[in-house]
Protein backbone atom coordinates (compact mmCIF):
# COMPACT_ATOMS: atom_id res chain seq x y z
CA UNK A 1 0.00 0.00 0.00
CA UNK A 2 1.39 3.47 -1.01
CA UNK A 3 0.71 6.05 1.50
CA UNK A 4 1.63 9.64 1.35
CA UNK A 5 4.88 10.10 3.11
CA UNK A 6 5.16 13.68 4.88
CA UNK A 7 6.97 15.95 6.80
CA UNK A 8 5.28 18.74 8.77
CA UNK A 9 7.35 21.90 10.72
CA UNK A 10 5.40 23.17 12.97
CA UNK A 11 7.32 26.28 14.11
CA UNK A 12 4.83 27.17 17.32
CA UNK A 13 6.14 30.59 18.55
CA UNK A 14 8.87 31.31 16.82
CA UNK A 15 10.39 32.27 13.57
CA UNK A 16 10.09 35.09 11.82
CA UNK A 17 10.46 36.55 8.07
CA UNK A 18 13.92 35.77 8.01
CA UNK A 19 13.36 32.34 8.31
CA UNK A 20 10.45 32.16 5.88
CA UNK A 21 13.43 33.13 3.35
CA UNK A 22 16.05 31.17 4.87
CA UNK A 23 13.74 27.74 5.18
CA UNK A 24 12.46 28.54 1.30
CA UNK A 25 15.60 29.34 -0.15
CA UNK A 26 16.86 25.95 1.23
CA UNK A 27 14.22 23.54 0.73
CA UNK A 28 14.55 25.55 -2.79
CA UNK A 29 17.49 23.05 -3.58
CA UNK A 30 16.87 20.49 -1.63
CA UNK A 31 15.29 16.83 -2.77
CA UNK A 32 13.21 15.05 -0.49
CA UNK A 33 10.22 12.42 -1.68
CA UNK A 34 8.02 13.75 0.86
CA UNK A 35 5.62 16.08 0.82
CA UNK A 36 6.47 18.85 2.77
CA UNK A 37 4.42 21.35 4.90
CA UNK A 38 5.57 24.65 6.76
CA UNK A 39 3.37 25.75 9.64
CA UNK A 40 4.29 28.88 10.54
CA UNK A 41 2.80 31.13 13.07
CA UNK A 42 -0.15 32.99 11.46
CA UNK A 43 1.35 36.29 10.52
CA UNK A 44 3.94 34.46 8.38
CA UNK A 45 1.28 32.57 6.38
CA UNK A 46 0.84 34.97 3.65
CA UNK A 47 4.85 35.47 2.79
CA UNK A 48 5.34 31.58 3.02
CA UNK A 49 2.83 31.14 1.17
CA UNK A 50 4.22 33.81 -1.76
CA UNK A 51 7.40 32.61 -1.58
CA UNK A 52 6.73 28.49 -1.96
CA UNK A 53 4.45 28.86 -4.67
CA UNK A 54 6.58 27.68 -7.44
CA UNK A 55 7.69 25.10 -5.14
CA UNK A 56 6.22 21.56 -4.11
CA UNK A 57 6.20 22.95 -0.48
CA UNK A 58 2.53 23.44 1.51
CA UNK A 59 1.66 25.61 4.33
CA UNK A 60 -0.38 24.96 6.88
CA UNK A 61 -1.43 27.15 10.24
CA UNK A 62 -1.35 25.42 13.71
CA UNK A 63 -5.16 25.98 14.85
CA UNK A 64 -8.11 27.22 14.15
CA UNK A 65 -11.32 28.79 16.02
CA UNK A 66 -14.38 26.85 16.50
CA UNK A 67 -16.19 29.51 14.83
CA UNK A 68 -16.52 30.67 11.39
CA UNK A 69 -17.15 34.10 12.19
CA UNK A 70 -18.75 37.00 14.38
CA UNK A 71 -17.00 38.87 17.84
CA UNK A 72 -14.44 36.51 18.30
CA UNK A 73 -11.16 38.66 19.18
CA UNK A 74 -8.54 36.76 18.49
CA UNK A 75 -9.44 33.79 16.85
CA UNK A 76 -8.60 32.68 13.38
CA UNK A 77 -11.57 30.73 10.96
CA UNK A 78 -10.39 27.60 9.23
CA UNK A 79 -11.72 29.11 5.95
CA UNK A 80 -9.64 32.34 6.42
CA UNK A 81 -6.66 29.98 6.42
CA UNK A 82 -8.11 28.29 2.98
CA UNK A 83 -8.63 31.99 1.51
CA UNK A 84 -4.65 32.24 1.88
CA UNK A 85 -3.76 29.50 0.79
CA UNK A 86 -3.31 26.91 3.58
CA UNK A 87 -3.84 23.33 2.49
CA UNK A 88 -3.58 21.64 6.36
CA UNK A 89 -4.25 22.81 9.90
CA UNK A 90 -2.94 21.16 13.19
CA UNK A 91 -5.38 20.62 15.52
CA UNK A 92 -5.25 18.98 19.00
CA UNK A 93 -1.81 19.57 19.68
CA UNK A 94 -0.59 18.64 22.92
CA UNK A 95 0.44 22.30 24.11
CA UNK A 96 -3.64 23.44 23.02
CA UNK A 97 -4.67 20.41 24.98
CA UNK A 98 -2.43 21.03 27.69
CA UNK A 99 -1.87 24.64 27.81
CA UNK A 100 -5.36 26.18 25.93
CA UNK A 101 -8.03 23.45 27.98
CA UNK A 102 -8.50 22.14 24.38
CA UNK A 103 -10.59 18.90 24.74
CA UNK A 104 -11.71 16.27 22.21
CA UNK A 105 -15.43 17.19 21.87
CA UNK A 106 -14.24 20.70 21.13
CA UNK A 107 -10.90 19.47 18.72
CA UNK A 108 -13.91 17.27 16.89
CA UNK A 109 -15.69 20.39 16.14
CA UNK A 110 -12.82 22.20 14.63
CA UNK A 111 -11.58 19.10 12.63
CA UNK A 112 -14.93 18.88 10.79
CA UNK A 113 -15.23 22.83 10.71
CA UNK A 114 -11.07 22.56 9.09
CA UNK A 115 -12.09 19.87 6.29
CA UNK A 116 -15.74 21.45 5.35
CA UNK A 117 -12.85 24.46 4.39
CA UNK A 118 -11.41 22.10 2.59
CA UNK A 119 -8.14 21.87 4.69
CA UNK A 120 -6.43 18.75 5.86
CA UNK A 121 -6.61 18.40 9.29
CA UNK A 122 -3.24 16.85 11.09
CA UNK A 123 -5.45 15.74 14.03
CA UNK A 124 -2.44 15.25 17.38
CA UNK A 125 -2.78 12.61 19.82
CA UNK A 126 -0.76 11.22 22.60
CA UNK A 127 0.18 10.08 25.86
CA UNK A 128 1.84 11.88 28.71
CA UNK A 129 4.29 10.20 30.81
CA UNK A 130 2.56 9.10 33.66
CA UNK A 131 -0.32 8.05 31.51
CA UNK A 132 2.36 5.78 29.96
CA UNK A 133 3.71 4.66 33.09
CA UNK A 134 0.16 3.56 34.02
CA UNK A 135 -0.05 1.56 31.09
CA UNK A 136 -2.99 3.58 29.74
CA UNK A 137 -1.09 4.69 26.75
CA UNK A 138 -3.09 3.15 24.00
CA UNK A 139 -6.31 3.68 25.82
CA UNK A 140 -5.83 7.44 25.61
CA UNK A 141 -4.87 7.69 22.09
CA UNK A 142 -7.97 5.59 21.00
CA UNK A 143 -10.29 8.23 23.49
CA UNK A 144 -8.46 10.83 21.67
CA UNK A 145 -9.54 9.07 18.15
CA UNK A 146 -13.20 8.29 18.48
CA UNK A 147 -14.44 11.56 19.07
CA UNK A 148 -12.92 12.40 15.79
CA UNK A 149 -13.56 9.08 13.85
CA UNK A 150 -17.23 9.13 14.60
CA UNK A 151 -17.80 11.95 11.84
CA UNK A 152 -15.05 12.42 9.55
CA UNK A 153 -13.93 13.06 6.14
CA UNK A 154 -11.20 10.12 5.48
CA UNK A 155 -9.61 12.19 2.41
CA UNK A 156 -8.55 15.09 4.72
CA UNK A 157 -7.21 13.41 7.99
CA UNK A 158 -3.96 12.87 8.75
CA UNK A 159 -2.90 11.62 12.32
CA UNK A 160 -0.10 12.61 14.16
CA UNK A 161 1.32 10.45 17.16
CA UNK A 162 3.04 12.37 19.69
CA UNK A 163 3.82 11.33 22.72
CA UNK A 164 3.70 14.07 25.04
CA UNK A 165 6.75 13.12 27.17
CA UNK A 166 8.79 13.11 24.32
CA UNK A 167 7.73 17.01 22.48
CA UNK A 168 10.46 19.23 23.20
CA UNK A 169 12.49 17.24 25.61
CA UNK A 170 15.03 15.62 23.82
CA UNK A 171 13.54 12.52 24.65
CA UNK A 172 12.64 10.30 21.44
CA UNK A 173 9.85 7.31 21.43
CA UNK A 174 12.17 4.40 20.41
CA UNK A 175 10.99 3.04 17.32
CA UNK A 176 9.61 0.01 18.45
CA UNK A 177 7.82 2.42 21.25
CA UNK A 178 6.20 4.67 18.20
CA UNK A 179 5.44 1.40 15.88
CA UNK A 180 3.73 -0.39 18.59
CA UNK A 181 1.21 2.88 18.88
CA UNK A 182 0.85 3.31 15.29
CA UNK A 183 0.21 -0.09 14.16
CA UNK A 184 -2.62 0.46 17.25
CA UNK A 185 -3.64 3.75 15.57
CA UNK A 186 -4.40 2.02 12.15
CA UNK A 187 -6.11 -0.71 13.48
CA UNK A 188 -8.69 0.98 15.73
CA UNK A 189 -9.31 3.60 12.80
CA UNK A 190 -9.80 0.46 10.57
CA UNK A 191 -12.62 -0.86 13.02
CA UNK A 192 -14.25 2.73 11.50
CA UNK A 193 -12.98 2.21 8.28
CA UNK A 194 -10.54 -0.32 6.56
CA UNK A 195 -9.76 1.23 3.43
CA UNK A 196 -9.25 5.08 4.98
CA UNK A 197 -7.03 3.22 7.96
CA UNK A 198 -4.57 1.78 5.12
CA UNK A 199 -4.19 4.81 3.48
CA UNK A 200 -3.91 6.93 6.14
CA UNK A 201 -0.62 9.12 6.62
CA UNK A 202 0.46 8.67 10.71
CA UNK A 203 3.24 10.68 11.51
CA UNK A 204 5.49 10.53 14.62
CA UNK A 205 6.25 13.61 16.47
CA UNK A 206 8.44 14.42 19.54
CA UNK A 207 11.81 15.40 19.25
CA UNK A 208 12.89 13.94 15.92
CA UNK A 209 16.26 14.78 14.87
CA UNK A 210 18.30 13.96 11.92
CA UNK A 211 20.17 11.70 14.14
CA UNK A 212 17.12 9.50 14.78
CA UNK A 213 14.16 10.27 11.62
CA UNK A 214 15.38 7.52 9.43
CA UNK A 215 15.22 4.64 12.13
CA UNK A 216 11.73 6.06 13.37
CA UNK A 217 10.66 6.48 9.46
CA UNK A 218 11.76 2.99 8.31
CA UNK A 219 8.72 1.47 10.55
CA UNK A 220 5.85 0.26 8.76
CA UNK A 221 3.20 2.18 10.17
CA UNK A 222 5.17 5.48 10.05
CA UNK A 223 4.60 7.68 7.06
CA UNK A 224 6.64 10.92 8.13
CA UNK A 225 6.83 13.22 11.03
CA UNK A 226 6.04 16.17 12.82
CA UNK A 227 8.92 18.64 13.64
CA UNK A 228 9.10 21.02 16.38
CA UNK A 229 12.51 22.53 17.64
CA UNK A 230 14.37 20.41 14.84
CA UNK A 231 11.69 22.31 12.11
CA UNK A 232 13.35 25.49 13.23
CA UNK A 233 17.05 24.90 11.81
CA UNK A 234 17.71 24.42 8.00
CA UNK A 235 19.91 22.01 8.18
CA UNK A 236 18.15 19.91 10.30
CA UNK A 237 14.68 20.19 8.95
CA UNK A 238 16.16 18.94 5.49
CA UNK A 239 18.12 16.27 6.67
CA UNK A 240 14.90 14.93 8.51
CA UNK A 241 13.37 16.12 5.47
CA UNK A 242 15.14 13.40 2.87
CA UNK A 243 15.06 10.65 5.73
CA UNK A 244 11.93 9.72 4.71
CA UNK A 245 11.22 6.35 2.62
CA UNK A 246 10.49 7.26 -0.73
P1 LIG B 1 9.55 18.76 19.01
O1 LIG B 1 8.00 19.18 18.83
O2 LIG B 1 10.00 18.22 17.68
O3 LIG B 1 10.25 20.03 19.39
O4 LIG B 1 9.58 17.73 20.08
C1 LIG B 1 7.13 18.38 18.10
C2 LIG B 1 5.75 18.98 18.17
O5 LIG B 1 5.37 19.53 19.20
O6 LIG B 1 4.98 18.92 17.18
Known sequence: MMRQSLVIANWKLNGNLKLVDDMVSALASARCSADVVICPPAPYLAALETATQRLNIEVGGQNCSVYSSGAYTGEIAAEMLAEVGCKY???????????????????AKKVQLAQQAGLTAVLCVGETLQQREAGKTLDVVKAQLSEVLNDVDFNRLVVAYEPVWAIGTGETATPEQAQEVHAAIRQYVATF????????????????????????????????????????????????CSAVKG
Open 89 to 107: VLLGHSERRALFAEDDMLI
Open 193 to 240: NTDAASKLALLYGGSVKPENAEILFAQDDIDGGLIGGASLNTDQFLAI
